[in-house]
């Protein structure tokens, strides 16, 4: 008998690979989103698939679903900073709400459940690179705060979740990721940046451009969320790659990938912004075994083709 998962913001970008994941190893799949930032777009190639079932859902409501499921993986929420500044009640919610009401499913169907954490629980770091350990430097009251609260607070649920009620708990600490179906306009560095590149527009580097992140390619994040799934180990684990540069260089490269005329312009800084972030992989290395091993320039490479044909085509 095949098994069944739901994926919580399946319409997403991370969410519609994940789909498409989970349908190449022989699962039934059930996406339910409400297109707050995904599109139907996104899982348009799946519509013909048997084992592909499409919800449309706010998960902040509660989630009634029929059949038996194995795994609910929650990763419904706006993820750019430039959504949840849009939509920072909607953020919180899906967080609390969303994430209680994905427990409560998990729990009455005896699925496992996945968290879809990230590195932003860390905040603006003082111990790098972040391993698990460290326990971050949020402000809950700035901008940024109703994302990364949001999280923090799921990620406690999540825990009070599987002390409590045994739920088999998994907790994914995502870091920067990027590929094909990023949203272009979505605001974040690597659709901004490609975007300007290949239109010739400058690019809009925030601050002075050296503050630093690391970014991973779709599908080593997904190799290793499908690795984390499949493990059984409940504490949180670090997945992205560990590959760090200045948003400068960054841009630099994007320019020189594309072939572009672009310059780079400097905007304000948003507040709180990372000055620095870098995943220590030691815990998912030593657990899972697993590794990045697509290179930024062939992450980028791919993201670009994939760039170029969206804008040719709309
Ligand atoms: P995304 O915005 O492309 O996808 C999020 C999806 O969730 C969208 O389809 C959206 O419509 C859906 N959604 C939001 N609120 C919902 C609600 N109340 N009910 C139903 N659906 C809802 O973002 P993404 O980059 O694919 O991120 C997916 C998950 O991974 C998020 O939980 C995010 O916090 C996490 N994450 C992503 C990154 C990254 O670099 N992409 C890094 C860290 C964590
Ligand atoms: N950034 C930038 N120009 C842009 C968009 C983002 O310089 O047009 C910077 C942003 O300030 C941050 C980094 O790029 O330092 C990564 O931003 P992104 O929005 O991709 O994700 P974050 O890591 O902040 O969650």
């Known amino acids: 008998m095949k098994k069944t998962a739901l994926v919580t913001g399946g319409a997403g970008f991370i969410g519609r690979h994940l789909c498409s994941h989970l349908l190449s190893k ?3 799949v059930v996406c339910m989103d409400n297109f707050i930032t995904g599109s139907k777009r996104n899982i348009e190639e799946f519509s013909g698939c048997s084992d592909f079932e499409f919800i449309r859902h706010d998960v902040t ?23 949840y500044l849009k939509y920072p009640i909607q953020t919180l919610k899906v967080g609390g709400l969303g994430t209680h009401n994905a427990l409560g499913l998990a729990k ?8 879809a954490s990230t590195s932003e629980v860390y905040g603006d770091p003082l111990v790098h690179p972040q391993s698990e350990e460290y326990w971050g430097n949020v402000n809950p009251i700035g901008p940024r705060g109703v994302y990364d609260e949001a999280k923090r607070f799921a990620e406690a649920l999540s ?14 600490r995502i870091f920067n990721t990027f590929g094909p179906f990023m949203r272009l306009n979505d605001g974040r560095a690597v659709p901004n940046f490609i975007w300007q590149a290949l239109n010739n527009k400058p690019l809009t580097v925030f601050g002075d451009g050296s503050q630093t992140r ?22 949180p684990v670090n997945l992205g790659n560990s590959d760090e540069l200045t948003i400068l260089e960054f841009a630099r490269r994007i320019v020189r990938i594309t072939g572009s005329r672009s310059e780079m312009v400097f905007e304000p800084l948003p507040q709180d912004d990372p000055k620095t972030r870098r995943p220590d992989l030691s815990r998912a290395r030593k657990l899972l075994g697993w590794e990045p091993n697509v290179s930024l320039e062939d992450g980028l490479f791919r993201t670009i ?9 709309s």
Request: glycine letters at 6%.
């Open 61 to 83: 409501e509660y989630i009634d679903f029929p059949g038996r499921l194995d795994y609910v993986l929650h990763f419904a929420s706006p993820a750019s900073p430039a959504d």
């Open 26 to 28: 022989g699962f039934r």
């Open 108 to 115: 009455d169907k005896k699925a496992v459940f996945m968290l």
């Open 159 to 172: 825990m009070a979740y599987h002390r409590t009620h045994k739920v088999d708990v998994r907790i994914a």
């Open 214 to 235: 690391s970014f991973c390619y779709i599908s080593d994040l997904v190799d290793g969320i499908y690795s984390l799934l499949m493990s059984g180990f409940t504490g």
């Open 305 to 313: 083709e994939w760039f170029r044909a969206e804008i040719v085509s």
